[in-house]
């Protein structure tokens, strides 16, 4: 089999995997950034939560990272576990959403304290959902220009994520966080597709994991 340079990004079946890939990254983006920013600027939050909440989201990351990549061994083990954290992160922005239906201090606290949580969830699984499909969709001539290309979808959301999100939710509120939980459900979708096709482009035996 002959090897093709810059074999990843002209794969169009596994470029579909990373773009769906980088909407259900947007956690990252969400917990970092764009949480923090509408909790200052459209919320009663008291202020000292939101550093507290960060250090217990890498708190939970740390403790649960393991074990939230049981089953991500596989393509198909790990699109489940991609569609789940899509369902996770979904969830945690629609209740970030109720936030910005009362300005109650009690309400907005609980509201984003749950998300947070709800948030910390998604991101352990999607974290570990990366890995088994990275791993599982590399042909084994080409793993590491393969493992390579995958990380755009962390890079991508990286770069667009803070304007688009944090534009998204400071502009429209309610209905901006809702938007993005929908975009998010299409992804989860969409991953087990896509992964699907990616996976049928492989030569029997030459992805580091595959389904049974």
């Known amino acids: 089999m002959?090897?093709?340079?810059?074999?990843?990004?002209?794969?169009?079946?596994?470029?579909?995997?990373?773009?769906?890939?980088?909407?259900?990254?947007?956690?990252?983006?969400?917990?970092l950034i764009t949480m923090p920013l509408w909790a200052l600027n459209r919320t009663s939050l008291p202020h000292f939560l939101i550093p507290l909440l960060l250090i217990f989201n890498t708190v939970f990351v740390i403790l649960f990272q393991v074990r939230a990549s049981r089953g991500a061994d596989t393509v198909e083990g790990a699109g489940r576990l991609a569609r789940r954290s899509g369902y996770w992160l979904a969830g945690g922005c629609a209740v970030i959403a109720v936030s910005a239906l009362d300005d109650n201090v009690v309400l907005v606290s609980v509201a984003i304290v749950a998300a947070v949580l709800i948030l910390s969830v998604a991101e352990v699984m999607q974290a570990a959902s990366g890995w088994g499909l990275a791993f599982g969709l590399a042909p084994g001539h080409a793993q590491g220009e393969y493992l390579g290309a995958f990380d755009l979808h962390v890079i991508t959301q990286n770069i667009i994520g803070p304007a688009a999100l944090s534009g998204l939710v400071i502009a429209f509120g309610f209905w901006g966080w809702l938007g993005i939980a929908v975009a998010v459900l299409v992804a989860s979708a969409l991953i087990i597709p896509v992964a699907h096709r990616s996976q049928a482009t492989l030569v029997p035996g030459t992805a580091s994991a595959t389904s049974p």
């Open 2 to 31: 002959g090897f093709k340079r810059f074999a990843a990004v002209r794969d169009p079946r596994f470029l579909s995997v990373i773009g769906v890939s980088t909407v259900l990254a947007s956690h990252v983006t969400v917990i």
